[in-house]
């Protein structure tokens, strides 16, 4: 079985160019910012985000897994804890935002708040003390799950203690829907409120899916790039990656269906403060990224999912996987990015902090779930769940 500790050279060398390609683009965002700040808060919002939403879907699924114990988890489980782990990294990376305030939500304005009866009925939620202060108890309360999820399991590779899989269920259970609900929150601070008179009940349940489906895409690269670790042969790994397809099809639908549900209520209701969100995406440009969304997001994936052989051949996994990736980049894009036309012409004007900037935290963030993924085995060693499942007991 495997080790205590797991090496690999994908992971050293994810480690080093993620370090390399981080200072890297770090080194241009700054150029950026200095001639472009308020450009410069409107990139990172969206990186930031995108990055922040991996790790919280990391946390999602391995609750998941906790829960119904099946083959998938094993093989995935060290990763997900590894992107959960990622999560102290997101607090200091959202530094910025809170002294970008200003600079992304026009309800910090205190003179525009004073003329706007909506943001005014708002002010006692949408304020700065509020916003800064349920940002520190989300990150402290995904930290505190992490920390006693991972804590418990690593502990469980040392000592083997039954009771420890009970406490990872007891924890999972009431963990998952106060994560979908902090999750609704914290979407609502950070994306909704930048066009604080729209709003959508469904919003943050779709942020919730997008995070699942993003952090299985990023987990299904890892497992075919690591497939020929001791620690993945021994239990044939590969054999899968299948079933991690499968789940990746689940969340493309569900995420399918969420989204056009949204379109459709709105849509049909045709209420002045909610169209216009709509409109303002149809138009300029964005109309074109929606078509696009259609297409790469939902339709491809979908029809290439329901291939049983597409979903057993690993490059052609690793390509959807990868293509998801993008195209979850390219929802949140066109999700945030025409929030910041505030009234003005709408128009789709990609700059080039648009990139270097995910790309700068994508490279941190890789070579800090590479430091973590390496502290520990790849697969779980104790968990009396995995001999039974893998013995064909579990699904």
Sequence with gaps: MATESFDHPFLNKIRTLGLL??????VLTVIGAISNPQQFYQSYIIGYVYWLCISLGCLSLLMLHHLISGRWGFVIRRLLESGARTLPLMVILFIPIIFGMH???EWTHADVVANDPILKFKSPYLNETGFISRAVFYFVLWIGMTWLLTKWSRTQDETGEPGLKSKMINLSGPGIPVLILSVTFASTDWVMSLEPHWFSTIFGFIFVVGQALAAMAMCIIWVVNLSDADAFSEIEASKYLSD??????AFTV???YVSFSQFLIIWSANLAEEAPWYIKRGQGGWDIMAVALILFHFALPFFLLLQRAIKRRAALLLAIAVLMLVMRYVDLYWYIAPSFSHGGPVGFHPHFLDLTIPLSIGGFWLAYFAMQLKGAALVPLHDPR?????AGEGH
Aim: no cysteine.
């Design 21 to 26: 390609f981080g200072a890297l683009f770090l």
């Design 103 to 105: 600079n992304l939500y």
């Design 244 to 249: 991690l397809g499968t789940l990746m099809f």
């Design 254 to 256: 569900l995420w399918s």
């Design 386 to 390: 995995m001999a039974e499942t893998f």
